[in-house]
């Protein structure tokens, strides 16, 4: 990073270079943590989702967005979720694309035996109140996010 005469960049483009090159952005091992706990992470949702399977519970997402359809699909968990919930009335009885998952509001759970991952991760802790307080399902095992 040169600032000479001839250089036109603006001093807050050379600051954010600085912070990346400091904050390890170019270093490859930066990048193979970041694997790393992605892998784990992954591995630690496909445990929780294989022990509520095996315990005869319900798998059910919370959020159906296209981040929601992105990560079931990346991760290769869509054919576990047996249920997306939304708060968006609009998307109540539509299905996550690509899925053949039926998107329903959080009432539609309250009888139901099953587990809750919220992928709405920007909205958990509303979500987990709203199952907590609002709705007041007991027969929810736990809540992942």
């Known amino acids: 990073m040169r600032r000479g005469k001839k250089d036109k960049t603006p001093k807050e483009v050379h600051d954010i270079c600085r912070q990346e090159i400091e904050n390890g952005y170019f ?3 930066t990048y193979a943590r ?3 706990d992605i892998l784990q992470e992954e591995k630690r949702l496909q445990d929780f989702i294989i022990s509520a ?3 005869g519970l319900l798998v059910v997402g919370y959020g159906a967005s296209i981040g929601t ?3 079931l699909s990346a991760l290769n ?3 576990e979720i047996d249920l997306l919930l939304d708060d968006n009335p609009r998307r109540k009885g539509k299905f996550a694309p ?3 998952i039926v998107v329903q509001c959080l009432e539609e759970i309250r009888d139901l035996e099953c587990v809750v991952i919220i992928f709405a991760w920007r909205y958990q802790s509303i979500i987990k ?6 709705i007041a399902i007991k027969k929810i095992t736990s809540i992942w996010s």
Do not use: D, S
Request: net charge positive; hydrophobic share 30%; charged share 40%.
């Open 98 to 100: 690509g899925t053949g």
């Open 27 to 29: 270093n490859k091992a």
């Open 34 to 36: 970041l694997e790393r």
């Open 77 to 79: 968990i869509a054919k």
């Open 53 to 55: 399977k095996n315990k």
């Open 129 to 134: 109140a709203r199952i907590e307080n609002e």
């Open 69 to 71: 359809t992105t990560l």
